[in-house]
């Protein structure tokens, strides 16, 4: 983990350098708040030159919903915080541009099972009595090379303030996935469906490998 941390930071640190180059010689310094699949967040963004930008940003998101997982209803808690740096090339000195860099992931995402009625884990049934409190989580961690695309250009000319948009993909790892039953030392067989439960849900998550990063913000520029 501190070594991903010095790598962000030493990122962030380059493209804050590039910034601090862009705005001495380009000029432009935009600040925008935004929502999307990573949280909600803000950014900075600085020209380098003429069509190219850099900007660096922080998402955070925290809230709870109930949720079927493997054919079970779980209340899931969703904790997502994520750092980027990123360089947006201005292809035809428009709005559209291509954009690539890195995005830190840290989301985590807490499970427990109603249990109120049987459940299916693994390849058997048990009842509420014999799995006792099940919970669980989901963790995605990971520093992710990022592509995409968007429209927007926070610090065009024409206009002090707009909306803006991305659609990438952040090549993340695999999420882990842990599952967990109270009533997993006493009843037979439980342990061993609790992991092969496990596999079947890191397969159902397994697209988040390529992570969805879809947003839409309105920036400010000064």
Partial sequence: MGRKLNAVLSLISLVLLLCVAGCSDWGGLAISGKTGTLGLGGELTTGITENV????????????????????????GLDFSSFSALV????????????????????????EAELDENLDIGDNEYTPAQVGTLSGSVDIDDLAPYVGIGWGDTLGRNKRWGFYTD??????????????????GSVPGLAADLAREEDEIQDELDVLKFYPVLSVGLFYRF
């Fill in 167 to 184: 659609f990438g993909v952040a090549f993340a790892g695999s999420p882990d996935v842990s599952l967990s039953a109270t009533g997993a």
């Fill in 88 to 111: 947006d090339y201005y292809v035809f000195h428009g709005s559209f541009r291509i954009s690539g860099g890195v995005v830190s992931l840290n989301h985590e995402l807490d499970l």
């Fill in 53 to 76: 930008n850099a900007r660096v940003g922080l998402n955070m998101l925290d809230f709870d919903l109930d949720g079927e997982i493997e054919d079970n209803e779980y209340e899931i």
